[in-house]
Every structure is written in C-alpha cells, then in structure tokens.
C-alpha cells in the first residue's frame, strides 16, 4: 500500500527560476491538497484539486503559483521566478471519497538561494 | 475568522509521566477535528478524527477528546519515541475540505 509521494524530496533553486514540485495520491484517491509550511510556522492551505478541476485556490498566491491535477499523472504545484520567501516545505495531502481524512505525503522541502 | 490554537507551545515529560495537550477552536460550525503526529523532517501523520462533542477516541497511549470549544490529547504513561509535534485541525462546514491547524505542540519525553 503506496502512500502519498512526494518528488523531489529536496529542491535547491535560484531566484528567478521555476519549481515543479509532484505529488503522487494515495492509489483511489481523487482528492489532492496542497499546504505550505514555513519555518516555525503552522501548516497552511493553499490549494484542493480534483481530477482535471481547481475545487478551492483560496490559500494559493494570485501570482507566480499555479497547480493542476490532470486527468493522467500526478499532481503539479509550479511556482515561477521563485524568491527567497518562497522557502518551505510543501506538503500534498489526499483523501477518497467517502473518507475527509486527508493523508499526507513526506513533502518537499524548497530552498531558493 | 476561523482559528485554531494549540497549548502549550513545547511540553517535557519525563517518560512515565502522563499529561495532556489542548486544541481550542473558534468555528463557525465544526465539521471535523483531526489530530496528527509530525516528526522532524517528515510529513503529518494522522491520528485520529473527533466529530461532535463528547466523542473520544482511543490509539495506544494516546486519548483524543472533544468538546464544543476545545479537544485535549491525552497522553498517558508516554515512552521517548512519542517525542514529536502535535497537530490539530478543524474543517468547518462552510469552507471546503481544507484544514486549518494550530502551530502544534512539540512534546519531547526523556528516558
């Protein structure tokens, strides 16, 4: 039983680059959420998708972060021109159904230099 | 606004030594209360999910309970590999899925 995957596990960029940041679902799942977590701070909800439709994009900047969940493949949060307060750890989370447990991956820990 | 506040902040047991962690919750409406552990450098696992007042739950030496203004992670008789960060999080039933957690509370239990 494969849980959440998260890749990469480390991600070392640039200011100014672009981070492509993959999540994996639970095998079933339809459900993916992503939440950022900063430095002595709480996790923080960004965004829920389902397949092939953004559900809620509430907690996701309105510039330079996108993500998407097509019908094939894994989940995608892109964040373009990365900046140094773009350091985290992005974690996906996933749930089914007829489940509101959400499940959460190991994460990816983003480091903008 | 919902809101979500976990105390105390750090918590040092000696093993043995039981105590308990609180999860207070401003929602308009609780549709869920979740707990989850989360060590260093890993991803939240869960632990256990409250729906109404009364409920309580149950996991090896961990007892969730709920009220209608607050949840409390009982810890009884803990052992050094419980030492990790406590999470809470409500979802309410006017939002979508998401969670809103606390900050946690990092328990370390020494031998």
């Known amino acids: 039983n494969a849980g959440v995957m998260q890749n990469p596990r480390h991600l070392v960029r640039r200011r100014g680059q672009e981070a492509r940041l993959r999540c994996s679902p639970v095998k079933g799942h339809s459900h993916v959420y992503w939440y950022r977590q900063l430095p002595e701070e709480g996790l923080k909800f960004m965004v829920y998708?389902?397949?092939?439709?953004?559900?809620?994009e509430s907690g996701m900047p309105k510039e330079r972060f996108s993500a998407e969940f097509p019908k094939e493949g894994p989940s995608i949060l892109r964040i373009q021109q990365v900046v140094r307060g773009d350091s985290a750890a992005y974690f996906c989370?996933?749930?089914?159904?007829?489940?509101?447990?959400?499940?959460f991956g190991p994460g990816t820990r983003l480091t903008v230099l | 606004e919902d809101q979500v506040t976990q105390s105390p902040e750090a918590l040092r047991l000696q093993e043995g030594e039981s105590s308990s962690l609180n999860c207070s919750y401003t929602v308009s409406g609780l549709r869920g209360l979740f707990w989850y552990r989360q060590d260093p450098g890993k991803g939240p696992e869960f632990l256990f999910t409250l729906y109404s007042a009364g409920e309580e739950k149950e996991k090896e030496r961990l007892k969730a309970t709920l009220t209608k203004k607050e949840s409390f992670l009982h810890i009884t008789a803990p052992k050094p590999e419980d030492s990790a960060t406590y999470l809470c999080?409500?979802?309410?039933?006017?939002?979508?899925?998401?969670?809103?957690f606390g900050t946690g509370t990092r328990l370390q239990v020494f031998p």
């Open positions: 998708l389902q397949k092939e439709n953004i559900i809620d």
């Open positions: 989370a996933s749930s089914s159904l007829i489940t509101d447990t959400q499940y």
């Open positions: 999080a409500v979802q309410s039933p006017r939002d979508t899925d998401k969670l809103i």
